[in-house]
């Protein structure tokens, strides 16, 4: 039988939800939707592995989309990513514009591996001119997955709540023994101080909702260079 290939405006609409106003339906979702849903999700998952299968040294970079090219954080991110690239690393990002754009501008300027994963957005979000290899993904969930499966290290430049998410699930994972402990880098003490202060006070300190130990889990830093010196040395790890 021969197989016909969907092109991915009919893989969309199969995988769309009916309406909630659906008066077929005895629930919000028939099960033959969320079935077809369940197998878009397990196709992401295992092309997103397919393809970071083949990198190595990774380290996975974070921060604003709309970070403009003259700001000084912007620039900080090139240097730092030079820096990782011209020791060998592969340079990891959400593949859009602001600080994604410049982690993969330094690594694409000295020649190294400049990774993209890219999120499918209705205002579609551009893959930057300084990707050399592309992957887009319709969930978050399956792209944040890709983002923080083999790291040897993380780095968090000033952004908004997508970057706050990243990087508390990365400190959590750490936390819970669900990944190895791995360099956790902020990049901006003028950004980062005044949320690690709220963690030591109001959750160390006053709540008492982590660990002492806990605020060890990352670090601040505010140059490429201090960065560079806790990325260097980090040990490659396989997924998880």
């Known amino acids: 039988m021969k197989q016909h290939d969907h092109s991915q ?23 033959a ?20 299968s083949t990198t190595r040294r ?11 090219d003259t700001e000084h954080w912007y620039q900080e991110t090139v240097r730092l990513t030079k820096m990782l690239g011209e020791a060998g690393f592969t340079v990891i990002t959400g593949g ?12 694409y300027e000295v020649g ?7 999120i499918m957005l209705p205002s579609e979000q551009r893959v930057n001119a300084y990707v050399t290899n592309s992957k887009s993904f319709h969930y978050f969930f399956t792209r944040k997955v890709m983002l923080t499966a083999s790291g040897q290290a993380y780095v968090f430049c000033p952004g908004g709540f997508g970057t706050m998410d ?29 949320l690690v202060d709220w963690i030591k006070e109001t959750m160390r300190d006053q709540m008492q909702t982590i660990s002492p130990d806990d605020v060890n889990l990352f670090h601040v830093v505010d140059t490429a260079e201090e960065a ?3 990325i260097k040395d980090s040990k490659e790890r396989s997924f998880f």
């Open 33 to 52: 939707d969320i079935t077809w849903r369940i197998f878009r999700i397990m196709a992401e998952f295992v092309e997103g592995f397919q393809f970071l």
């Open 228 to 230: 560079f010196e806790l």
């Open 166 to 194: 990243e990087l508390f699930e990365i400190i959590t994972l750490i936390q819970t023994g669900k990944m190895q402990p791995v360099p956790v880098v902020c990049l901006g003490h003028e950004y980062w101080d005044g």
């Open 58 to 68: 990774e380290v996975s970079v974070f921060g604003s989309a709309r970070m403009p």
């Open 96 to 107: 859009g514009p602001g600080i994604m754009e410049a982690a993969n501008k330094g690594a």
């Open 112 to 118: 190294a591996p400049s990774l993209g994963l890219n």
């Open 9 to 31: 405006d009919e893989i969309d609409e199969f995988c769309r939800f009916p309406s909630h106003t659906d008066e077929d339906s005895s629930k919000p979702y028939r099960m």
